[in-house]
């Protein structure tokens, strides 16, 4: 099912991503550039191939759902959503303008193919065990995946939804952790350790998965061995925190940072352009 | 004397009620469901109902989640918690949103008693009313509860709804509506209009008869709705009667009192005294002994319409 040639064209289109993720957050000159790249991989693998989901109707219930976490990687977010043909492409320059539907972080009731409200760091899990109960109350057979940053997981209200997901045995809920190692203030070891991510949600009785971030093919065979009997399953999936461009890999001065003009020149060079 | 029902008794029942005759009622709660009483809820729906444990962040979240899903959560825990602890959750993940969950919130109050003041909320109705999207609902007894619990149901949109934990007199008739928004003339009256909610409006309703009988006419208006706060309700009352006594089992900071004073300030500036919490918690004791203490009776309300009517032009 998975073959080369798809491998191939998904790295395509996360490259393709990545510098659309760059120029908009040139254009804006503001927002998140680290956690957006080091999360594209995964984002790309699925809104381009795992999710059963449709642009033409963002608001099909059977769709499989999508909840960021990670709120501030919606950079990363609104450039699937653009290629996916959720919005014209042309929106992507007008993220964080005043009246744009491309907010800051990402907001259902702005943005179609946004599911939920996310940004608040610790929140978007909770928001996805309740998908997931929503999803079994109703009979769906849609999943609900949620991207988490590790960081994040310093939340404690993490804590309580994985205890609630293995609790209520959502089998239909997968979550990705984007284990890039960076968090504002420096590496995640430093500021407030919460390795090894694994373990924890295994003495939680999570199905564990440990997959490298920006492998493709690793991806997307992690999200198809996502499926546990009565048990929700974790991908730990090691990244790099600016992936793809040098000058943005494993800094944490670019969490927050858009690119310069001559950053962006830079990286789009790199990326191809 | 009147029958006394304890608002939660009177939730527990009616979403029982409104479980049974729509699907997409879930209830969730915070290992408090004996005391919120949406165990009653639980017996009956076993698959509708979720526990989460004491994790309230986690409840509201997993309220929000049902929500964006379909579904018509109603959370509840205790007022002190919900408006407290799972603020930030009832922010971004409902409020924001304006996703259609229900916080029901018992134990608001000094009311709660003998728990004492780490477990009386007397800033919800505040912390609430300062939140866009949000709708802020304090019925006054058995029956307004579950006509505003049916209310909540069938508005689209975040609601926060304040009850008691103990009996409280049954001023409303069985079956009365609740229009959400809109207050409640209980008593006509020109010399002043003694504003309530919540349990406060019973103890309004007392000090009305007891002025009457010295010949003082006093309106009694009754708010279950804090926020949309009914303006046209509180507006007219101000000009007919031009002086107002607020009365709440809240803090006199952010609540009705409040409300009311922002609304008569700009449309029509009477005198005003607020009955409620003087920016104190409370302590533990038996509800009545703190309801005495902190001065939220009739007896109280009798005197701050005096005080009011003497500042009166």
């Given at each position: 099912m998975l073959n080369e040639q798809t491998v191939r064209s998904l790295e395509a289109q996360a490259k393709s991503l990545r510098m659309d993720i760059l120029k908009m957050l040139h254009a804006s000159q503001?927002?998140?550039?680290g956690g957006s790249l080091s999360a594209i991989d995964i984002m790309t693998a699925l809104y381009f191939h795992h999710m059963r989901h449709d642009a033409q109707r963002?608001?099909?219930?059977?769709r499989d759902r999508f909840v960021?976490?990670?709120?501030?990687?919606a950079p990363a977010l609104y450039a699937c959503l653009a290629a996916a043909g959720?919005?014209?492409?042309?929106?992507?320059?007008?993220?964080?303008?005043?009246?744009?539907?491309?907010?800051?972080h990402p907001d259902m009731k702005k943005?179609?193919?946004?599911?939920v409200c996310t940004g608040?760091?610790?929140q978007g899990l909770s928001q996805a065990v309740g998908l997931a109960l929503a999803a079994r109350l109703g009979g769906g057979r849609h999943r609900v995946y949620a991207l988490l940053g590790d960081g994040e997981l310093q939340e404690g209200q993490i804590w309580e939804a994985v205890m609630a997901a293995a609790h209520y045995g959502l089998d239909n809920l997968c979550v990705i952790v984007d284990?890039?190692?960076?968090q504002i203030d420096g590496f995640i070891e430093q500021v407030m350790n919460v390795t090894p991510v694994g373990d924890k949600f295994a003495a939680f009785n999570w199905h564990v998965l440990e997959i490298d971030g920006h492998d493709m093919a690793a991806i997307c065979r992690g999200l198809a061995e996502a499926e546990a009997p009565e048990r929700p399953t974790v991908l730990v999936a090691h990244t790099v925190k600016g992936k793809g461009v040098s000058i943005f890999?494993?800094?944490?001065?670019?969490?927050g940072v858009a690119p310069s003009d001559e950053e962006l020149r830079f990286a789009l060079q790199t990326l191809g352009a | 004397m009147s029958a006394m029902i304890a608002t939660r008794d009177a939730y527990g029942q009616a979403l029982v009620e409104l479980g049974r005759s729509d699907s997409r009622i879930v209830a969730l709660d915070a290992d408090l469901s004996g005391s919120t009483k949406t165990a009653q809820f639980a017996k009956e729906f076993p698959d509708r109902f979720f526990n989460a444990g004491i994790a309230e962040a986690n409840m509201v979240g997993m309220a929000a989640g049902l929500a964006a899903g379909g579904m018509i959560p109603f959370a509840s825990t205790f007022a002190v918690f919900a408006a407290g602890r799972a603020f930030e959750q009832i922010r971004q993940s409902v409020a924001y949103p304006r996703l259609n969950v229900k916080i029901v919130a018992t134990?608001?109050?000094?009311?709660?008693?003998?728990?004492g003041g780490s477990h009386q909320s007397v800033e919800d109705l505040a912390i609430m009313r300062a939140l866009p999207n949000m709708t802020v609902l304090c019925p006054a007894d058995g029956p307004e509860t579950a006509a505003a619990i049916r209310a909540a149901a069938a508005f689209d949109g975040p609601v926060f709804v304040r009850l008691g934990r103990g009996k409280v007199p049954v001023i409303f008739a069985e079956a009365c509506p609740f229009a959400i928004g809109r207050g409640v003339t209980l008593r006509a009256g020109g010399d002043l209009t003694f504003m309530g909610t919540g349990l406060m409006t019973a103890a309004a309703l007392a000090a009305a008869a007891s002025l009457a009988g010295e010949g003082i006419d006093a309106r009694v208006l009754h708010f279950?709705?804090?926020?949309?706060?009914?303006r046209d309700l509180v507006l007219q009352a101000g000009r007919e009667t031009g002086a107002v006594v607020t009365a709440e089992?809240?803090?006199?900071?952010?609540?009705l009192g409040s409300a009311v004073c922002e609304v008569l300030a700009e449309g029509c500036p009477v005198p005003v005294e607020r009955i409620g919490m003087p920016d104190v918690f409370g302590q533990s004791g038996p509800a009545d002994a703190l309801l005495e203490h902190y001065g939220l009776t009739s007896t109280h309300l009798v005197a701050a319409a005096r005080r009011v009517l003497g500042r009166k032009g």
């Amino acid at each position: 099912m998975l073959n080369e040639q798809t491998v191939r064209s998904l790295e395509a289109q996360a490259k393709s991503l990545r510098m659309d993720i760059l120029k908009m957050l040139h254009a804006s000159q503001s927002g998140h550039t680290g956690g957006s790249l080091s999360a594209i991989d995964i984002m790309t693998a699925l809104y381009f191939h795992h999710m059963r989901h449709d642009a033409q109707r963002p608001d099909w219930p059977e769709r499989d759902r999508f909840v960021l976490s990670k709120g501030h990687a919606a950079p990363a977010l609104y450039a699937c959503l653009a290629a996916a043909g959720y919005f014209p492409a042309e929106d992507l320059a007008t993220l964080r303008r005043l009246g744009s539907h491309l907010q800051g972080h990402p907001d259902m009731k702005k943005t179609p193919g946004v599911d939920v409200c996310t940004g608040s760091l610790g929140q978007g899990l909770s928001q996805a065990v309740g998908l997931a109960l929503a999803a079994r109350l109703g009979g769906g057979r849609h999943r609900v995946y949620a991207l988490l940053g590790d960081g994040e997981l310093q939340e404690g209200q993490i804590w309580e939804a994985v205890m609630a997901a293995a609790h209520y045995g959502l089998d239909n809920l997968c979550v990705i952790v984007d284990h890039n190692r960076l968090q504002i203030d420096g590496f995640i070891e430093q500021v407030m350790n919460v390795t090894p991510v694994g373990d924890k949600f295994a003495a939680f009785n999570w199905h564990v998965l440990e997959i490298d971030g920006h492998d493709m093919a690793a991806i997307c065979r992690g999200l198809a061995e996502a499926e546990a009997p009565e048990r929700p399953t974790v991908l730990v999936a090691h990244t790099v925190k600016g992936k793809g461009v040098s000058i943005f890999e494993n800094k944490a001065k670019y969490h927050g940072v858009a690119p310069s003009d001559e950053e962006l020149r830079f990286a789009l060079q790199t990326l191809g352009a | 004397m009147s029958a006394m029902i304890a608002t939660r008794d009177a939730y527990g029942q009616a979403l029982v009620e409104l479980g049974r005759s729509d699907s997409r009622i879930v209830a969730l709660d915070a290992d408090l469901s004996g005391s919120t009483k949406t165990a009653q809820f639980a017996k009956e729906f076993p698959d509708r109902f979720f526990n989460a444990g004491i994790a309230e962040a986690n409840m509201v979240g997993m309220a929000a989640g049902l929500a964006a899903g379909g579904m018509i959560p109603f959370a509840s825990t205790f007022a002190v918690f919900a408006a407290g602890r799972a603020f930030e959750q009832i922010r971004q993940s409902v409020a924001y949103p304006r996703l259609n969950v229900k916080i029901v919130a018992t134990h608001g109050g000094i009311t709660v008693g003998e728990d004492g003041g780490s477990h009386q909320s007397v800033e919800d109705l505040a912390i609430m009313r300062a939140l866009p999207n949000m709708t802020v609902l304090c019925p006054a007894d058995g029956p307004e509860t579950a006509a505003a619990i049916r209310a909540a149901a069938a508005f689209d949109g975040p609601v926060f709804v304040r009850l008691g934990r103990g009996k409280v007199p049954v001023i409303f008739a069985e079956a009365c509506p609740f229009a959400i928004g809109r207050g409640v003339t209980l008593r006509a009256g020109g010399d002043l209009t003694f504003m309530g909610t919540g349990l406060m409006t019973a103890a309004a309703l007392a000090a009305a008869a007891s002025l009457a009988g010295e010949g003082i006419d006093a309106r009694v208006l009754h708010f279950g709705t804090i926020k949309p706060l009914d303006r046209d309700l509180v507006l007219q009352a101000g000009r007919e009667t031009g002086a107002v006594v607020t009365a709440e089992e809240h803090s006199i900071i952010g609540g009705l009192g409040s409300a009311v004073c922002e609304v008569l300030a700009e449309g029509c500036p009477v005198p005003v005294e607020r009955i409620g919490m003087p920016d104190v918690f409370g302590q533990s004791g038996p509800a009545d002994a703190l309801l005495e203490h902190y001065g939220l009776t009739s007896t109280h309300l009798v005197a701050a319409a005096r005080r009011v009517l003497g500042r009166k032009g």
